[in-house]
């Protein structure tokens, strides 16, 4: 996994990443390996490295200096045993590369940069009505260069990749957005990735947005517990994901975990989506028929006094189907858990699972395994957190599956 960079760049901006293309696929399997499990126990050794993957000192000590080398792996203070001597931990070097997430919402963007060992150090927000590529262009432009203004010139040469998460069919749900209909439309046919590909040199990930915030619970939340678990994110609309045995399930179309499909009975006995009940923009039209101002969901996550009696008639209706849900996606997958984030403050998501965990003694549960409904662990940040992931990990790590047994 030796770092090289390119002589070729765009404008002279911003530097080429080129990834070890002579090493052997043995060797880059086991470095990433290596960074892997560091990731994982935060710190380790070599002797440690050695027991856990099997590896033989020798191969494991050539690995790690070449790691160290590349300003991927950094030495902490020697620890002393009982006896023998001091043992050196290894953690991954937060400098060692750096990665960028584009959030796309529809009423809020995100940028976010992210280094190796995880750690957010810039984020931008911009809340709106409703984008157009053009003004979403636009954010990414300038608020990319802001993003990474702070970035020395050698650390800037260290960013591998940006990720976006949005949503499939911006376009889609018209009546529900409210926005323009040649807005809508502009999104039709405008292929973000490529575009923002025309702007920077690094490789541009795409993931749907709830997807991505699935994968940021998998990999920094819940996800370091559970080996598998159903997870609904509250947004605009609602979304969600599933986890199976450590990897993010996609479904054969990529559409496992599209949560806001799932059937419910509404409050007039008819069938209809769970996005018609339980997303911000359900609130955010109770909101406004109570003659409130529904902009202050986006504007300011901290603070929802202002939502009124409408947050709380919508706590009770949204908890009602989440739990309807749910019971029924236990009694298919049989996961650990079920997970609840969203793009809400931490106390209304309190509440929100605390209002699930109640309506579930209303659902006929027979046959059924207990299972706990839990708070998520990230929330407004999970989307661009999961999108700023995946440079990283298509880059550093490898798949979680093969780390479960050395964990244990």
């Known amino acids: 996994m030796s770092i090289e960079w390119a002589s070729g760049t765009r404008g002279d901006t911003y530097p080429e990443l080129s990834r070890g293309t002579t090493q052997t696929g043995v060797r880059l399997y086991n470095e990433r390996l290596i960074l892997s499990l560091v990731r994982l126990h935060g710190q380790l050794p070599k002797a440690e490295m050695a027991r856990l993957t099997g590896l033989s000192a020798q191969t494991v000590s050539v690995i790690v200096r070449q790691l160290e080398g590349d300003g991927l792996l950094r030495r902490r203070t020697p620890r002393r045993g009982k006896v023998g001597q001091p043992l050196v931990p290894f953690e991954l070097d937060t400098n060692g590369a750096f990665s960028i997430g584009l959030k796309v919402g529809r009423r809020s963007g995100d940028l976010m940069l992210l280094d190796l060992a995880g750690n ?64 809508l439309l502009a999104w039709k046919d405008f292929d973000l990735q490529a575009e923002i590909s025309r702007l920077f040199p690094w490789p541009i990930h795409f993931c749907n947005d709830a997807s991505a915030a699935c994968a940021a619970e998998l990999l920094f939340g819940h996800g370091r517990d559970l080996q598998d678990f159903a997870y609904f994110y509250l947004g605009y609309f609602i979304g969600g994901g599933v986890v ?11 559409n496992a975990g599209a949560l806001a499909s799932f059937p419910v009975t509404s409050a007039r006995g008819e069938s209809e989506q769970l996005v018609h009940s339980t997303s911000l923009a359900a609130l955010e039209r109770d909101i406004l028929r109570d003659g409130g101002d529904p902009e202050l969901l986006w504007r300011d996550l901290g603070e929802w006094r202002g939502a009124g009696p409408a947050l709380d008639r919508w706590l009770v209706r949204a908890a009602h189907d989440v739990a309807t849900a749910a019971a029924g996606i236990m009694a298919v997958l049989d996961c650990s858990a079920i997970v609840v984030d969203g793009a809400i403050p931490l106390q209304v998501r309190a509440r929100f699972v605390e209002a699930v965990n109640r309506a579930l003694n209303g659902v006929d549960r027979q046959g059924l395994a207990e299972f706990p409904v839990l708070e998520g662990t990230i929330g407004a940040d999970a989307r661009a957190l999961g999108a700023a992931s995946l440079p990283l990990f298509d880059n550093f790590i490898i798949n979680r599956n093969v780390l479960f047994k050395e964990k244990a």
């Open 120 to 183: 957010v150090r810039h984020t931008i927000h911009r809340p709106y009505t409703f984008p157009s590529p053009a003004e979403m262009m636009s954010f990414v432009t300038t608020g990319v260069e802001e993003l990474i203004s702070g970035l020395a010139t050698e650390q800037r040469a260290r960013i591998s990749g940006m990720g976006i998460a949005a949503p499939f069919q911006l376009w889609n749900w018209a009546d529900d957005v409210g926005a323009p209909a040649d807005v």
């Open 244 to 254: 199976l045995n450590g990897s993010l399930y996609l479904g054969h179309h990529g």
